[in-house]
């Protein structure tokens, strides 16, 4: 079992940067592929991005590539999610996912473990 959590939501003008933080705890020995993925009041839960477990293979959704970037520093057990030059439409709950594969995945459907959510307001 793994228990993530997620930090550094919060509210930001359009334009500007957020940084968030997912923590991973419990059954950590394992390689896992992580994603980020959010929903807006109204929509589906969307992908946004996975890394995979040595964080060499990224994929990006188009919505957010070139401004956002993923990375993990597995010694802290941790995978961030660095957000620039944010939009309205970025304005979701966000999701960190961990699957029990080295690679990451742009379908919720192969996650096996979620955390909670934070959530990220973008304002005009």
């Known amino acids: 079992q793994v228990q993530l959590a997620e930090s550094g939501g919060g509210l930001v003008q359009a334009g500007g940067s957020l940084r968030l933080s997912c923590a991973a705890s419990?059954?950590?020995?394992?390689?896992?592929?992580m994603g980020w993925f959010r929903q807006a009041p109204g929509k589906e839960r969307e992908f946004v991005v996975s890394?995979?477990?040595?964080?060499?293979?990224?994929n990006y959704a188009d919505s957010v590539k070139g401004r956002f970037t993923i990375s993990r520093d597995n010694a802290k057990n941790t995978v961030y999610l660095q957000m620039n030059r944010l939009k309205l439409e970025d304005t979701a709950v966000y999701y960190c996912?961990?699957?029990?594969?080295?690679?990451?995945?742009?379908?919720?459907?192969?996650?096996?473990?979620w955390g909670q959510g934070t959530q990220v307001t973008v304002s005009s």
């Open positions: 996912a961990a699957r029990t594969s080295a690679y990451g995945a742009s379908f919720s459907s192969n996650y096996d473990y």
């Open positions: 419990g059954d950590t020995s394992s390689n896992y592929g």
């Open positions: 890394i995979s477990w040595n964080g060499g293979i990224k």
